[in-house]
């Protein structure tokens, strides 16, 4: 999925929540509002796989990247042979 808006706002983060399903995302372009910071809840993307992104602001960044599938250091050792 290629989400590519202008900004993020409680609706995107409503409808990520509502998407249980994804498992790659892409963001780009994204810049959260400060007034109105972009948050996802603890429920959201529970199948998140991957996620790449091109000039994401770093708060939203960490909001997304919790998300992710934690790998030791060795799992990815071995996961990359």
Do not use: N, Y
């Not at 991957?50 to 050792?77: A, C, N, Y």
């Amino acid at each position: 999925m290629l989400i590519d808006p202008a900004r993020l706002d409680p609706d995107l983060a409503a409808f990520l929540a509502s998407q249980p399903e994804i498992r790659d995302l892409s963001l780009r372009g994204i810049t959260a509002c400060a007034s109105d910071p972009f948050t996802l809840p603890p429920s959201a993307l529970p199948h998140l796989e991957t996620f790449r992104s091109i000039h994401v602001d770093p708060d939203t960044l960490g909001e997304v990247h919790t998300r992710l599938p934690k790998v030791s250091e060795w799992g990815l050792m071995e996961h990359l042979r």
